[in-house]
């Protein structure tokens, strides 16, 4: 069978240049990528599995020896070369790293689709692709509840937030649609922009998982529908803007949608954290004072693998009061906090390691709150600080950028 691996190989000595190449082919053929690893290690210093099991197998640098030994035939796609691959929690520092210029992350992308062309791959990815086939959501829960964490809000008339038409359309992720521990998330989003008078909608049941945990873990050929109707809805809208709150869903949107669709998208894709930085520069909104001392962490697919590490910054700054200390990792370089690449449900105990990592680089800060803006980000690192907690005299509070806005503004 022609694998995309073997794809790389067959275009590798032809030295062909064709547009019908694979993806995988194509990063290849760039720079060859692949063969352009110098083994010199750097990125065995960086990577969080790395740091945390001390396996050269589990290494960016090992995994690509093994990718190498496949492209040229001396083993095939079996289980321990799937477990390695699917160990990463594709935060792509090893990419962003790497000074060779290797693209580690868009070739362990290429090959997942191998591993799940060549079935072997984690069982617990059949269940998320069941998930979202069967309820077009990452929870068995069927679509009709992904406004449960607006509905539970006393007082709430439906009809103020799903509109037929409106200028902005907020796209709010199935973690925060679902699970109750992230819906202060979009609570405090739809009260700002309520706030700031932005005629703005929901999309309810017809918004649908935005594909994101399919396209990471190799099973891109299921994105292009959900893809294609999240798209429309948003057309139908006849919105100008659409936001997410989920760095994974904006990744997803704004740098994935087109290219699955082969369709222009005719509306402005932005992450909350940009969208609140407008309102509050254009005065829509002023921040009131809050004394605190605050460190912020990119989540990666914001940060490094979307370029988004000014503006959450700056809104946190706009808020009077707020002194901002980094951490000893941040922008490009940023930590991950052991919550991406579906990590968590492979190896928890592994998550759990490296969100402890990073809950330590918080503490070192000495920072009353811990802000990120991704609501699993903020998940990870709570619980991590949870269990970190004796090793402060306070606590330490995790908050996502628009909930700490909102507490500005509500004084
Ligand atoms: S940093 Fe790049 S060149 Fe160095 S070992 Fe890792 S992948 Fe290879
Ligand atoms: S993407 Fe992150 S976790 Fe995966 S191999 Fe690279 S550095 Fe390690």
Redesign the pocket.
């Known amino acids: 069978m022609e694998t995309k691996i073997n794809s790389i190989k067959t275009q590798h000595n032809k030295k062909a240049k064709s547009t019908s190449q694979t993806r995988a082919a194509r990063v290849f053929l760039k720079g060859d990528d692949l063969f352009a690893c110098s083994r010199c290690g750097t990125?065995l210093s960086?990577?969080?599995?790395?740091k945390n099991t001390l396996n050269e197998g589990?290494?960016?640098r090992g995994?690509l020896s093994l990718i190498e030994a496949v492209v040229n035939g001396k083993i095939g796609f079996t289980d321990k070369l799937s477990e390695k691959i699917y160990?990463?929690?594709?935060?792509?520092?090893?990419?962003t790293?790497c000074p060779s210029g290797v693209k580690?992350?868009e070739l362990?992308r290429a090959v997942r689709e191998d591993l799940i062309e060549n079935s072997k791959y984690p069982e617990v990815l059949d269940y998320l692709k069941d998930k979202i086939e069967k309820a077009y959501n990452i929870t068995f829960d069927t679509n009709q509840g992904r406004l449960d964490w607006l509905k539970q809000v006393p007082d709430t008339d439906i009809n103020d937030y799903v509109k037929p038409t409106a200028d902005v359309v907020y796209f709010v992720g199935c973690v925060s649609s679902f699970s109750p521990r992230s819906f202060s998330i979009p609570r405090a989003i739809v009260k700002i922009l309520k706030k700031a008078d932005v005629d703005f909608t929901l999309l309810g049941e017809d918004e649908w998982c935005c594909g994101f945990p399919l396209l990471s873990s190799g099973m891109k050929e299921e994105v292009g529908a959900l893809a294609m109707h999240n798209i429309e809805k948003v057309i139908e809208k006849k919105a100008k803007i659409l936001l997410t709150s989920c760095p994974s869903c904006f990744h997803t949107w704004k740098h994935e949608y087109e290219s699955l669709t082969g369709k222009k998208i005719p509306f402005e894709i932005l992450h909350i954290s940009q969208y609140l930085l407008n309102l509050v520069n254009a005065e829509k909104i002023k921040p009131g004072k809050l004394d605190v001392r605050v460190t912020y962490h990119d989540p990666?697919d914001l940060g490094r693998n979307s370029g988004v590490f000014e503006q959450p910054r700056q809104l946190l700054k706009s808020i009077p009061g707020v002194e901002l200390v980094e951490m000893q990792t941040s922008k490009k370089q940023a930590n991950?906090c052991g919550g991406?690449?579906n990590?968590e449900s492979l190896n928890q105990a592994l998550s759990a390691k490296?969100a402890d990592s990073r809950a330590g680089e918080i503490i070192d800060t000495k920072a009353e709150i811990a802000v990120s803006a991704c609501q699993q980000c903020e998940r990870t690192l709570a619980t991590a600080l949870k269990k970190r907690k004796g090793d402060t005299d306070y606590k330490i509070k995790v908050m996502d950028v628009s909930e700490i806005l909102l507490e500005s503004l509500e004084g």
């Not at 960086?46 to 790395?50: A, N, T």
């Not at 160990?87 to 990419?95: E, G, S």
């Open positions: 990125c960086i990577c969080p599995i790395y589990f290494a960016p995994k160990t990463c929690t594709m935060c792509n520092l090893c990419t790293e580690v992350s362990f990666c991950c991406g690449g990590i490296i």
